[in-house]
């Protein structure tokens, strides 16, 4: 009886450990989505020669909203942001959604609603999400390290 | 033998649980109350967010000091709400004074609707406005608030549900009053 005891007290720890990790996990894109190049705003949805990745790690360096992201279908995820602002007239709270979408291997803006006075075109909200990794001269995916690589409104770093 | 022995290891482990709150008394949720507003005098972010449940939202109609324009909405959840408690942290001047409380615990004893006055004291800085130390402002902002919130029980302790209420602020001159508080 006793040799069972330490192992049964064992899986009581490991079962209780692993149900409250993955209960507590918040939802995110897999890796394999974040990899992928997120494509430009232009009609041929050129790629911009960063990774989904890094779009969104720059975007979080210049944007400190809370951030939920949620599944709303296979090959899709949206990301909302929410903040509460100072105005003149007082406090506000402002959101802003986004959903990506795979296509291929990229990644595209599909769609965006937000708050009122607050953009919801797709070209402007592409611009402004690339402005972070163009601003930080992040590193390019693969194929833009090399000479004359091309991209939407990609200007290789002069390092 | 084998199950006694399982059963009393988990009866062991969860010995801790027994001490969980299942049902609430006026006196507990005005601790409560008390040991939240403490909190908030301190404006340590992790204790604030720890007294608000998983689900918590909070409703806020704000009428800024210009009286021209109409309220303003605060909707929060929890996770944002942390996020602003832990923005509070750079409000070193604040003067928070509870003016009433009302409890009504609910029939089941599970959750309590906590009405309450307050006012708050702090500085005011003027939006666009970069100030040169927490101490550069030329007004008090009084913000007097009137909310109703959702007390229950969660994980075994007592934590918000919800919070909504109607806020005014008004400003008062540091000139004229350099202290508008004890």
Known sequence: ?159 | MRVLLLLATLLALCAPLTGCKRSLSTRDVNEFIDRADDAARKGFAPDICALRGKNFTLNIDFQGHEESYGPTKIEMNRKLFCQEAGKFAKVQIYNLERKSIDISLAPDRKTAVVKAEYEETMPYFEPDVMPSSPHDFRDWQVVKTRDESVVGIEGGDLVFLSTRGDAVQSLLSRKDNPVPFK
């Open chain 1, 1 to 159: 009886m006793r040799p069972l005891a330490g192992p049964a007290m064992l899986l009581v720890m490991v079962g209780g450990y692993l149900i409250y990790h993955l209960a507590s996990k918040e939802d995110a894109p897999p890796r394999e989505f974040t990899d992928l190049e997120f494509a430009g705003a232009d009609a041929g949805h050129t790629g911009s020669c960063y990774s989904f990745g890094t779009v969104l790690f720059a975007h979080r360096a210049r944007n400190k909203a809370a951030r939920t992201w949620t599944s709303p279908r296979e090959d899709a995820w949206m990301l909302t942001l929410e903040d509460v602002v100072q105005g003149y007239t007082g406090p506000q709270s402002i959101f802003q959604k986004f959903t990506f979408e795979k296509h291929g291997d990229q990644i595209r803006l599909v769609s965006v609603d937000a708050s009122e006075k607050i953009s919801t075109d797709l070209k402007a909200n592409i611009d402004d999400l690339l402005e972070g990794p163009h601003d930080l001269d992040s590193t390019p995916v693969e194929r833009c390290q090399q000479d004359g690589a091309a991209g939407y409104d990609f200007k290789p770093s002069k390092r």
